[in-house]
């Protein structure tokens, strides 16, 4: 059955892709008619910027999802000028699970004219679960976790105007509310212990910098990235999570041969004072650490680094191969390579939805050390 639901997605993402590939034909444009768009041979050619894609997935942590996503894809010009900043999109998606999580959220990334703004962020409201395993480098087994189930209303937004060279400065700004917090067990003495164990508050602001140099945001061939922020978060409305939050993101591609790219990735989170549970820096998700569930390990300090070795393999087809590693601990001080790190890697398909902007809907499958499992089915690489 799991099988016979990731097949039915990747089908779905096969016609999808096929009726979106071969935007830049020399051939001209069809008209945007009802009869064009119900013919693939003439949609393919149709140069779509809003792509809608369906949902359907199935995990251990959500049951069967489906929904729908829509994706605006643009260039912003500059006046007067033929030139276009590098590719932007504005992503939304709307998805109900048969466990009865719904999720309305949105993803931004938008060079302005001439590339002197970029404007960066997610928003939402999800009705979500999660498994809780605790807080450290426990050694619970897979099996052995806390089903934690919440609201949430969040929004994290950065703003960068252009110093010169693809550097920028801006500032960034986080709030998060957690409420309606339950579990599906008890809470043991210890895990009443944690901050932010039944929901928070949290609004904070700082300074930040951007190098951006890639020369496709969706998924470079080429170039550097480097992201650092600094956030210190106050009290709301009688919370006492007060606390501060750094940031490192450091990312480079190397093009082995013209459709061949081997990218690294170093990210690092450390936070520092009253850290509620739900923002504690968490091991796992769909772009770092695949394989792991989202917050199988959480910690107030977090560093991992991965690698992708991204191939061609036939036309609007490419693969992937990847691995990383990630250590935790109460602070830099803490981690012990011995004890703390973890592993995890696993292999990928990539179909060419966007020639233009090399936008890709992506396909992974990963293994970790913990001896779990996680698949995947985004827009964009993971980095």
Known sequence: MWLFKKGIFIVIIFLVVRSLNAQDSLRPEPKKTIRNFMNPDSLALINLKL???PIFTSS???GVRFGLAMEYLFNAKEKGKNKEARGSFIYGQMTYSTKNQLDFSSTWQVFSSGERFVFRGNAGFQRFNERYWGVGNNGSKNEDYNNQFYNRVYLESRVYKLLKRQNYFGITLNFSNTYNLTYSKPLSAADNQVLGINGSKVLGMGPAFLHDSRDFPFSAQKGAYAEVYYQYHIPVLGDQFNYSELMIDFRKYFPITKLNILAFQLMSRSTFGNVPLRELPRLGSATMMRGFFTGRVRDKSYTAVQSDFRFHIWKW??????????????????YNPNNNMHYAGGI????????KNRIFIRVDYARNSLAGSAFYIRLNEAF
């Open 348 to 355: 990928g398909l990539r179909f060419l939805a966007n020639k």
């Open 51 to 53: 792509v809608p894609v």
């Open 60 to 62: 251990p942590e959500t």
């Open 317 to 334: 087809i490419y693969g992937s191969a990847f691995g990383s590693a990630g250590i935790l601990g109460e602070s830099f001080s803490d």
